[in-house]
């Protein structure tokens, strides 16, 4: 069926599973755009990898910033960019990122665009309950039920590291009556004072002049944990038990298991330690434990997001022996990632997907409406964005295979533009709509007014208060 956006709308708000074929980046994350706005209802969008994930949030950054705030309403979810079972361990900046989306999700206090990967949403994590019972609210003129030794020692027992200056997240330093502490969801790390136990004042600061901001004062802030796996007095027990116990079933030598279990005894944090959910925790949670009951399912191309995640978990299984004989103590992979078997299609509201599935008996015994996006006539738009917001877009409709016509109202204009475009080393030329309609050059600055566009996808940029009209050729 080839239908309109509005005809889109009309059937996701009647809670239909439909299936939208041939959809490019772009048009899935205008799409998933208007979708949001208009279902009010937080959609949680899988993607094949990581790379896939990644560019779908840029695009969607794009069309919801004008809106409002897009850091507030949309949040990727990262899978680890090492594999658990490597000799490298991820990344700093990914664990905090993961920590502050599971901190944004629990806030729940509006809908959100959550953009994941099978395997990210489906590792082992620290369970929702702990999370919260960990989590620890201060607020201005509200004293805090811990002494200044039980502050300390509470932020350890959560994850973060004490310094001299706090430069880093997941870091606090106390000195007499100031509390710095980075915490993963917020930019700038937090500067509390204290007057004996009641909070007088909390602001941000900037970690490399260590100055407070202007205007940055806060009435209240959540201090969460900074780690998934917490080594602290109530887990350390059980990790060391359970570890033990692999480590023996698994032939480890002694000399590599006991130096392991000292550390946990220290509440050390070695290069593995986020891997240990199902060590540390009774019933590790998933990703999926943290989103809420209002919730969509969206599939980037379903069949893709299935194949991904199988040769995801047959990688992991040869890293997971490769792991063994090199003595790391590491749970298997069954149970540090679950099965997504509770993915039905009970939530699903719409996948994306390719052409050539159109006659899958999977999507025509499940898909209740079928929509196929394959001309301009299918979309619209009517946001201005300024055209340095807009190059990184124009590169990736290029990158996809788009012919890009720029239609300016006056030749001095089209000028201007062009500087631009030669400026950011952008390959265009000058010509007549028809004549970019049928060249095979992918970038077009015309001279003409937007009368020649009216059956074309239009896009408006603000450029310098001057309004200039974008069109989208699908080659």
């Known amino acids: 069926m080839h239908c309109s956006l509005e005809s889109i709308l009309e059937t996701l708000k009647q809670k239909k599973q439909t299936l939208a074929l041939g959809t490019n980046l772009s048009s899935k994350a205008f799409i998933l755009a208007k979708a949001f ?3 009010k209802k937080n959609l949680l969008v899988l993607c094949p990898n990581q790379d896939a994930a990644h560019e779908l949030c840029l695009n969607l950054d794009i069309f919801c910033r004008k809106t409002v705030s897009s850091k507030s309403i949309l949040e990727h979810f990262p899978t680890w960019d090492m594999s658990p079972y490597s000799s490298i361990s991820s990344s700093i900046k990914t664990r905090l990122k993961r920590i502050r989306v599971l901190s944004s999700i629990i806030d729940n206090s509006e809908p959100k665009i959550i953009v994941t990967t099978i395997d990210a949403a489906f590792q082992s994590t620290i369970p929702k309950d702990l999370f919260l019972k960990y989590s620890l609210s ?7 039920p811990l002494s200044q030794p039980e502050l300390i020692s509470h932020l350890a027992q959560i994850g973060y590291y004490r310094v001299d200056t706090v430069e880093d997240c997941g870091t606090f330093s106390l000195k007499g009556n100031l509390l710095d502490v980075f915490v993963p969801q917020h930019d700038f790390p937090a500067r509390v004072e204290f007057c004996g136990n009641e909070v007088e004042k909390i602001r941000f600061f900037e970690p490399s002049t260590q100055r407070t901001l202007q205007n940055s004062l806060i009435n209240s802030i959540v201090v969460t944990p900074a780690r998934e796996v917490l080594i602290n007095n109530q887990t350390k027990s059980t990790l060391r038990e359970r570890i033990k116990i692999h480590a023996d079933e698994s032939e480890i030598p002694r000399k590599i298991r006991d130096p392991v279990l000292l550390s946990i ?33 969206v599939w980037d191309e379903h069949e893709q997001c299935i194949m991904a995640w199988e040769g995801f978990l047959t ?14 103590i590491l749970p298997d992979v069954s149970s540090l990632y679950g099965r997504p078997d509770e993915l039905s299609f009970s939530k699903t509201i719409l996948c994306f997907e390719k052409l050539e599935i159109l006659n899958s008996d999977f999507y025509s015994n499940t898909t209740q ?4 996006i394959q001309t301009n006539l299918d979309l619209t738009r009517r ?23 720029i239609v300016s109202s006056t030749q001095t204009q089209l000028e ?14 000058i ?6 309609k049928a060249n095979t050059m992918n970038f077009w600055g015309v001279a003409h007014t937007k009368k020649h566009l009216q059956n074309d996808l239009q896009l408006k940029i603000g450029l310098d208060y001057k309004p200039l009209q974008t069109c989208l050729l699908k080659t």
């Open 37 to 39: 706005f208009e279902l």
């Open 138 to 144: 201060l607020s201005a003129s509200n004293k805090t």
């Open 265 to 297: 005894q220290d509440e050390i944090y070695s290069d593995h330690t986020d891997a240990w959910a199902p060590f540390a925790y009774e019933k590790p949670a998933r990703f999926w434990d943290y989103l809420p009951d209002d919730l969509y399912i």
């Open 315 to 328: 990688e992991q299984k040869t890293l997971e022996i490769e792991a063994k004989n090199h003595g790391l």
């Open 369 to 372: 409406h079928c929509i196929s």
């Open 383 to 405: 946001e201005k964005h300024s055209f340095s917001e807009q190059e990184n877009t124009i590169r990736g409709w290029l990158k996809e295979g788009f012919k890009i016509l």
């Open 416 to 429: 201007r533009i062009c500087f631009l475009l030669k400026e950011r080393s952008l390959v265009y030329q």
């Open 431 to 436: 010509g007549d709509v028809r004549d970019a």
